[in-house]
């Protein structure tokens, strides 16, 4: 399998796949309430069997072109990951996500990661829209969305129920127009 260096950090992107469950498991554990404050993931991903369950629901989306799942790894640790929630070959369009623990916060590797993800989306798969959808409260992700140069495009109010309380999410895209112009531009305004 691959994997991608995401700068001189020690930082790595990697699969994510039914093997790494005691990974993933401890990845949560160590930042079960932080990760579970705007996203269910900590939820699904309770105990072993319930990482084995996650992991292998996404190996079938990967098989059935569906989705994907992509870990973040740092110094050999995985600290978080990213994925295709949804992926729709024939519309060209898939929504990503990612989840990271409080202790890899702040370092740049989602929005590294999911640099290299939308390159392969639209340059190798042929996408023409990346979608993020986030929880209104989540101001990092919604930060990560701006650096990617996405567009904010509404606010569905209070749909998603988490944790007792109804919650509103940010859609936020891409196309691969806009994005394959701002990597040129970023390109040419290198040295």
Known sequence: MYAIPLGDDGAELRPLEVWHAEEVLANIDRGREFIGRHVGLPDVVSDLDGARGWLTSYAEKRA???????????DGTL??????RVWDTPSGVCEAGCWLEPAAAGRGLVTRGMRTLLDWAFEERGMHRV????SSAN???INVARRLGMTREGVLRE????????????I????????????????????
């Open 172 to 191: 936020w895209s891409v196309l691969g127009p806009e994005w394959r112009e701002a990597r040129a531009r970023t390109a040419h305004a290198a040295p």
């Open 131 to 134: 979608e993020w959808h986030v």
């Open 79 to 84: 600290v978080g990951g990213l994925l295709f």
């Open 139 to 141: 101001e990092p992700s």
């Open 159 to 170: 749909n998603y129920p988490h944790r007792g309380e109804r919650t509103s999410t940010e």
């Open 64 to 74: 059935a072109d569906g989705g994907s799942l992509h870990g973040i790894w740092l």
